[in-house]
């Protein structure tokens, strides 16, 4: 059942994602309640029927432009105390690219879980950015929407603070790409 829901979630139905990653998490060893939370996924599914991905034809090089809106909960896992990451990237006024991921790490502050989910939502919109360029649509400036203050401030000060020491560097790369 839920590979069936990740096939869906894949092709056309991103609004699933973090349902769908959440059962994920379960497949080896799931539980009644598991199983009646798929099944709820399911209903909301038919009730959704008629809402999937749309994509409008553009024509303008100004429409051809990467943008990304990228969030994380903080340690809103139970039994792990990780945060997920969700991330959005699209290309014009059509969404190319989605993700709901738990993080690897357990953050220490909602800045922190925040920071790692951009710099994974930036990984994933210089990959599309390179492909695009492949294909001569060089894109410039890239925007990335982030609505923690924290997490913003962190990318663009490359200054290290006592509160930002254990942040792991690989999730500081950012800061290169902001410049």
Not at 7 to 14: D, S
Not at 87 to 100: C, D, E, H, Q
Request: proline share 3%; net charge positive.
């Amino acid at each position: 059942l839920v590979g069936c829901l990740m096939y869906a979630m894949v092709g056309t139905r991103p609004d699933i994602a973090f349902a769908v990653a959440y059962l994920a998490r379960y497949v080896a060893k799931p539980s009644r309640r598991n199983f009646h939370q798929a099944k709820r996924v399911l209903r909301y599914l038919g009730s959704t029927s008629s809402q999937g991905l749309r994509f409008s034809k553009t024509t303008l090089p100004a429409e051809f432009r990467l943008s990304s809106y990228i969030d994380a909960d903080w340690g809103r896992d139970q039994l792990t105390a990780r945060s997920t990451s969700g991330i959005l990237v699209f290309l014009g006024p059509n969404i190319l690219s989605w993700a709901s991921r738990q993080q690897k790490c357990v953050s220490l502050s909602s800045t922190e879980a925040e920071y790692v989910a951009l710099s994974e939502g930036i990984r994933e919109q210089l990959w599309i950015a390179r492909t695009l360029a492949c294909l001569g649509l060089v894109q410039q400036a890239i925007p990335v929407y982030e609505d923690n203050q924290g997490a913003i401030k962190l990318a663009a000060n490359p200054v290290e603070h006592r509160c930002t020491k254990h942040i792991h560097i690989r999730y500081h790369f950012i800061r290169e790409h902001i410049t």
